[in-house]
T-cell receptor
Framework: DVKVTQSSRYLVKRTGEKVFLECVQD?????MFWYRQDPGLGLRLIYF???????EKGDIPEGYSVSREKKERFSLILESASTNQTSMYLC???????????????FGDGTRLSIL | AQKITQTQPGMFVQEKEAVTLDCTYD???????LFWYKQPSSGEMIFLIY??????QNATEGRYSLNFQKARKSANLVISASQLGDSAMYFC????????????????FGTGTRLTIIP
């Protein structure tokens, strides 16, 4: 089974802090994703990566950055945390589609981040 | 414009009844894929079922089936014989474009439907 592991289930940080959320997958997937989930808004894509050291902006990248130094690890960075970044953060991974369009994304358990 | 629309924020269904969760989508691509995920209160996202735009048959996976109406751009999830464990948030998602270009792996999600099964 695919395993996507997020470093923390719950995290509390203060405004202005630099926050790191870590995600590791064990299935050698090329693609990794960071979403945030808010009530009534569903999941919104922050950043994704289709290869080591490659990154692409999603729909809401402002206030965030990412790092992918190794294939299995994708980090989300809040450069200077603000209260409006309090949310549930979900990491996902998937293999390259390459004609196999039915490949789903596999998700971690999520990190519930509170910025005080 | 919303690419994925789920018009039912919440639904209550009696145990053992069938339930249909609505999903409509908007795309100009001919090749696309539609996914349904379940999110229990514990938070993990569980993949349920997939339908490709060129698939001629409606997808089925156990008690889950997808009522795919391409002309109407709808991909409703049907759960037969609902169980208490089906209580969860359900998300519809779409991947646009052929699966040969970078970036086509992205999914766009709807806002979800919270399903509650009543004993």
């Amino acid at each position: 089974d695919v395993k996507v592991t997020q470093s923390s289930r719950y995290l509390v940080k203060r405004t202005g802090e630099k926050v790191f959320l870590e995600c590791v997958q064990d299935m050698d997937h090329e693609n990794m994703f960071w979403y945030r989930q808010d009530p009534g808004l569903g999941l919104r894509l922050i950043y994704f990566s289709y290869d080591v050291k490659m990154k692409e902006k999603g729909d809401i990248p402002e206030g965030y950055s990412v790092s992918r130094e190794k294939k299995e690890r994708f980090s989300l960075i809040l450069e200077s945390a603000s209260t409006n970044q309090t949310s549930m953060y979900l990491c996902a991974s998937s293999p390259d589609i390459l004609g196999r369009g039915n490949q789903p994304q596999h998700f971690g358990d999520g990190t519930r981040l509170s910025i005080l | 414009a919303q690419k994925i629309t789920q018009t039912q924020p919440g639904m209550f269904v009696q145990e053992k009844e069938a339930v249909t969760l609505d999903c409509t989508y908007d795309t100009s691509d001919q090749s696309y894929g539609l996914f349904w995920y379940k999110q229990p209160s514990s938070g993990e996202m569980i993949f349920l079922i997939y339908q490709g735009s060129y698939d001629e048959q409606n997808a089925t996976e156990g008690r889950y089936s997808l009522n795919f109406q391409k002309a109407r751009k709808s991909a409703n999830l049907v759960i037969s014989a609902s169980q208490l464990g089906d209580s969860a948030m359900y998300f519809c998602a779409m991947r646009e474009g052929p699966g040969t270009n970078f970036g086509n792996e992205k999914l766009t999600f709807g806002t979800g439907t919270r399903l509650t099964i009543i004993p």
